[in-house]
């Protein structure tokens, strides 16, 4: 399927879900706790043209969880931090049945998808992303979409396995976007320790 039609069918669903009413969607935390979702939509962000910077990755294997951080500069002086475009982020979870033999299937794994609003230059390269993937234990793959409009864009997190989430986007630092993968409570903290 055309990738653009993936992508703006994409932003019709997020942006209609997220008219459904206040109760669907958060405003994004301004500090770092780690209170796990495993649903949810968090916006924040302010209507500002920007870059996406960077995409940066951590293990805290002990504390059983990634961090993914988004850094964002402004689209004119490049000066990382200052600001965040308008951002959605959004967890939608696997979709399983059962097979005819009555083990689980995954038909659509869980995903992350955050969607940014005027992004001017986005510097994230599919290598990297694709590299970044194979060291994380609980992300399968990092999908970049290509903007549609005026900067429009989104960023597809797969996820391994039945993960959950938590995001902030911190007060001292506009200008990122921080997204905290952990194991659901049901697994053990060693399926990452290996």
Excluded: C
């Excluded at 992303?129 to 900067?151: D, T």
Aim: proline letters at 6%.
């Amino acid at each position: 399927m055309n990738p653009f039609i993936v992508l703006s069918l994409l932003f019709v669903s997020l942006n209609l879900l997220g008219s459904l009413g206040p109760s669907l969607s958060l405003s994004i935390p301004r500090q770092a706790s780690h209170h796990y979702l495993t649903d949810g939509i968090f916006e924040g962000g302010k209507s500002v043209r920007a870059n996406l910077e960077a995409l940066r990755f951590s293990k805290h294997k002990r504390e059983g969880f990634e961090r993914w951080v988004f850094d964002f500069s402004d689209a004119t002086t490049r000066i990382v931090g200052a600001v965040a475009p308008q951002f959605q982020v959004r967890y939608l979870k696997a979709e399983k049945i059962k097979n005819a033999e009555g083990m689980p299937q995954t038909l659509q794994p869980a995903k992350i998808i955050i969607t940014l609003k005027g992004i001017y230059k986005n510097n994230l390269d599919k290598p990297t992303l694709q590299k970044m993937a194979k060291k994380s234990y609980l992300v399968s793959e990092v999908i970049s979409y290509p903007p549609i409009e005026e900067g429009d864009t989104a960023i597809e997190m797969i996820l391994r396995d039945t993960s959950a989430f938590y995001a902030h986007q911190p007060k001292q630092n506009e200008g990122r976007l921080v997204i905290d993968i952990a194991l659901n409570t049901h697994y053990s903290r060693a399926a990452i320790n290996p």
